[in-house]
């Protein structure tokens, strides 16, 4: 049994200081997998946090099934779709933007060209289809899994990762250099 | 036979620029990682809010334990009443609830306007 799972067994037993220490650790991954899909750094933090919260009240559930990453993952995903359906879609599109914005200008200080041509096309593609696609092709979890996660059916997850990608592709011809394409 | 092979050319193209799309996309992505370093709280912090969250739960599930309560004794004083016929108990049943629910859901309205504001 390795470190994660003696401190899993803790926590769940009820140990505060277990629970503290498993959450610490995932902390800068899971806030870095929330920027990513959000593309907003603020609202990052904020999810990252109500993330944190949930796993501390749900943790008794957490049956070992996936990795504890993939755990909080799910539950950030889940967290950031409510939240989005939720909005008013004028609220949504201004609190985009502007999160966008911020995130441009970052990474503009940074000359980060390469990003800012990816993040440009990726703020193109809708929310649940960018999530999907980051969490198949840059996490490489697989269509069921992904369909575990969001509890969908893993065709339709199948399908919409394609159009996606599609979408994507349309977008990065648009915004970036890559012209050989056209 | 040309159509065909056509068709493959052209499914071979397309999961090209599928890769080269996953391509750009993880190197993007790699990019925006190490463009922003994250500030983990310190452990006092979990445990600070772990300990908040203990306390939000406990009084939910007093309050909801109470709301039961309350509730199941009116529910069985009405049953008696009406099967004992006893009218006066029903009435006074029925005006006390109305006495003790109304301050408590002006309370939570006024409490629901100051969580706005």
Redesign the interface.
Known sequence: MNEEQQLIKQAQKGN??A???L??QN??FL??YI??ITLN?HLAEDLTQET??KA??KIKLYDGSSKFSSWLITIASRLYIDLQRRKKREVLYQEQVEGFRKLHW??HQ?D?S??L???QA?QQVSDELRLL??LK??YGYAYEEIALMLNIPSGTVKSRIHHG?KN??KE?VNH?P?QQ?Q | MDRSSNTNKEAHSISEQEEDTIQQLKQGLDELDQAFSVSTPSLEWFEHNLREQKKIMKARFLRDFAFFLFSAVVIMIVTIAIYRAIPLLFFVVQALGLLILIPIITLQKKQKQVDHS
């Open positions: 505060s200081l629970l503290s220490q959450l610490q902390y800068g806030q870095k920027i990513k750094t944190m919260l501390m009240i970052q990474l940074q980060a390469l990003s041509d990816l993040l990726l696609i980051i092709h840059y990608l994507l592709r990065l970036g890559q394409y």
